[in-house]
Structure formats: structure tokens, C-alpha cells
């Protein structure tokens, strides 16, 4: 029997635009086309654990218009329980505007809308389905006094929390202690650790700091670098799958969605690990955010990999 999951976190219309170059500050760069797609980290994530097998339950919030019906409809369609989601009265829903270059790489600004408003009553609606077996997904798009919050309250039930640290919090007390499994990319994982992260070794390195300041494990991503783990006293290096990137908009959500997934069917956390990062690397041959990210066909498609 899989454990359940359950996503606190943020939901957001992505605005998408492929571009010839990013631009420079101060620079203008035409645009090639704009797509609207549904997207947030939270909703990116439930979606993304839903889609390789997940029972997924999602909580957060969305503005009383358009956009959030659109983004409860989207978390419907993949199979998640959206239930747990509130409608603010007073706040649109969140957005975010990414600009993506020719090699796939992306800008990204986001406001928050009705995520900001994410507190008290969602961490309770969360605590509420949690279950002794299950497991607690959180990022940072949605306030991080509700998101530690809820992590203690998870650990409190017996709850395994995975934290994606995203974006990287201005300062990481508590939070680093407060999950099971810690997922960051190299730039959040140098803003925490305080030094710059661009090779595995240095990856290494932060996921050790991260252990040493209470993280039950933890998850260094790299991009085309692969990924670096910590845990159990052991550090495993990841290879990065080749594919031919378009987007790489989702890809850390479809990592921490799928490593979601598998621990919730029982996997280790290495073998999780190497089966997330076949799901990032998939995720970057389509464009958009929840429209891009793979399905068990997709990775066996791919890389021959079945699930």
C-alpha cells in the first residue's frame, strides 16, 4: 500500500516566454510567444508525485477568479485531492512570469497573491490529513512561519517531511532541523550554506552542512551536473540523464515530486533519488511547468526505465 502524500504550498498561473536571449538588466529582448500554463511549486510538485503513482493531497490557497478555478481544475485533472485548497476573498491568485532562452534556462519573478495568505488555517487543514505512514511536502512560495509550522507538526504525528528550500529562505534557522529530507539546487544550497556551490564536491559539502545542522538527509541538485545525496553517513553522487533541454521551468519539482512518490511506494531513499532526477531530466524536454512534467511513459520512453 502506497503512504499518502500530502503538499502544502503554493499555487500559481505560470506566464511563459521564449526568448532569443535572457536579458540583461536594462536590456530589452523581443519576445517569440507568451503561454499561460498552471504552475507553483506546491501544485507543480502534487502534480508531479501524482503523475508517477502519488495519493496526493494538496493545501493552499487561490484568489476568487478566474486563474484559481483554472489551477483547482489542473490539480483535479492529474488525480490530486484538492480539497485542502482555500479561496481567498480578498487576493487574486498567484503569478508567476518566467522568461526562457533557446539553451532552456529561465528568469523567474513571481507575486505571491493569495499564497502570502497561507497560514494558521492551512497549516491545520494540513496537520488534518496527515497519517502516521504518510508523507509532508514543503517549499517556501507560501509563508515560512506556516511552513515550519507544519513540519513540526508533521514530525510531531511521525511524519516524514521533505523540504524544498526553494526559494532559499534569508535565513535557514529551523528550518534545515525541521526536515527529513532537505532538496535544494546549487544556488539555494550556496545562499544557505554560505559559499559557493558549482561542482559535486561542493555539493557534497553543503548537503554534509545541511546533516551536521539537523537535516535528516539531504539533496543537492546540479542541473546537467546530476544531483548529490547525504544521508545514512554516506554521500552518492547522481549522473545527469542527456536529454535536449527546451525548459527547464519544473524540473526541480518534478525531482521532488517524484522522490515524493517513490518513497511513498516504499522505495530507499537512493533509489528514490536516482528515479527523481530521471524525472527532472525528462521534465526539460517539454516546455511548461505541470504540462511538462513525465508520466511513467514517458520515463520508460526516455530512459527504459519502468515504474
Known amino acids: ?117 497561507v497560514g494558521q488555517e492551512e497549516v491545520a487543514r494540513t496537520i488534518e490529513r496527515l497519517q502516521p505512514v504518510g508523507i509532508l511536502v514543503l517549499q517556501l512560495e507560501v509563508p515560512a512561519a506556516a511552513v515550519l509550522a507544519a513540519a513540526r507538526g508533521a514530525r510531531a504525528a511521525g511524519v516524514r517531511v521533505l523540504l524544498n528550500a526553494a526559494p532559499a529562505p534569508a535565513s535557514a534557522d529551523g528550518l534545515v532541523a525541521a526536515a527529513d529530507v532537505l532538496i535544494v539546487n546549487e544556488s539555494e544550497a550556496g545562499q544557505l550554506w554560505g559559499h559557493p556551490v558549482r561542482d559535486p564536491a561542493a555539493a557534497a559539502a553543503a548537503a554534509q552542512w545541511a546533516v551536521a545542522r539537523g537535516a535528516g538527509a539531504a539533496v543537492v541538485t546540479l542541473g546537467a551536473a546530476g544531483a548529490v545525496l547525504c544521508a545514512n553517513g554516506q554521500v552518492v553522487t547522481y549522473a545527469a540523464r542527456q536529454v535536449e533541454a527546451v525548459d527547464t521551468t ?42 511538462s512534467l513525465p508520466s511513467p511513459e514517458d520515463l520508460w520512453r526516455l530512459f527504459g526505465i519502468r515504474i
Do not use: C, W
Request: without cysteine.
Open 1 to 117: 500500500m502506497k503512504a499518502p502524500i500530502v503538499v502544502l504550498g503554493s499555487l500559481n498561473t505560470d506566464f511563459v516566454m521564449t526568448m532569443e536571449h535572457l536579458p540583461k538588466p536594462g536590456e530589452t529582448v523581443p519576445g517569440e510567444r507568451l503561454t499561460a500554463y498552471a504552475g507553483g511549486k506546491g501544485a507543480n510538485q502534487a502534480v508531479a508525485a501524482a503523475r508517477l503513482g502519488g495519493q496526493v493531497a494538496m493545501v493552499g490557497r487561490v484568489g476568487n477568479d478566474a486563474p484559481g478555478r483554472e489551477l483547482l481544475a489542473s490539480l483535479m485533472a492529474a488525480g490530486v485531492d484538492q480539497s485542502g485548497v482555500g479561496v481567498d476573498p480578498a487576493a487574486a491568485s498567484g503569478a508567476a512570469l518566467i522568461l526562457v532562452g533557446p539553451d532552456g534556462q529561465n528568469m523567474i519573478a513571481v507575486a505571491p497573491g493569495a499564497n502570502g495568505n
Open 250 to 291: 519544473a524540473a526541480g519539482d518534478a525531482f521532488v515530486g517524484a522522490l515524493a512518490a517513490r518513497l511513498a511506494a516504499g522505495s530507499s531513499l537512493e533509489e528514490a533519488a536516482d528515479l527523481a532526477g530521471a524525472a527532472g531530466a525528462a521534465t526539460v524536454t517539454k516546455r511548461g511547468a505541470q504540462s
